[in-house]
């Protein structure tokens, strides 16, 4: 019964940055692959970037490369998105999720298992 919680959103303006979280209830060990997606209202989810066990391997989607960074704490079965030079169309839902040892896909069918999200919300 793995559990994920994501924390870190809020508001900020424009060009600002925010990092989030994503703690997991499962034990180190088993963590697995993990990944950052984000939904918009009306819109599909989309994958940004996941993570391998170790965190030897990452899969950035293109358009957020350099802006986004996924980093992990293996310690504490958390994994972190930092995200730098935030613009208004980052405005969504941001979500965490695990699928794993099956590999660092973006695709969210792919994923089992889900966090509730939590809001960033970019203003000008």
């Known amino acids: 019964q793995v559990q994920l919680v994501e924390s870190g959103g809020g508001s900020v303006q424009a060009g600002g940055s925010l990092r989030l979280s994503c703690a997991s209830s499962?034990?180190?060990?088993?963590?697995?692959?993990m990944a950052w997606f984000r939904q918009a209202p009306g819109k599909g989810r989309e994958g940004l970037v996941a993570?391998?066990?170790?965190?030897?391997?990452?899969n950035y989607h293109y358009s957020i490369e350099g802006r986004f960074t996924i980093s992990r704490d293996k310690s504490k079965n958390t994994i972190y998105l930092q995200m730098n030079s935030l613009k208004v169309e980052d405005t969504a839902i941001y979500y965490c999720?695990?699928?794993?040892?099956?590999?660092?896909?973006?695709?969210?069918?792919?994923?089992?298992?889900w966090g509730q999200g939590t809001q960033v919300t970019v203003s000008s």
């Open positions: 993570i391998s066990p170790a965190a030897s391997l990452t």
């Open positions: 999720a695990a699928r794993g040892t099956d590999g660092l896909s973006l695709v969210p069918e792919k994923y089992p298992t």
């Open positions: 499962a034990d180190t060990q088993d963590t697995g692959y």
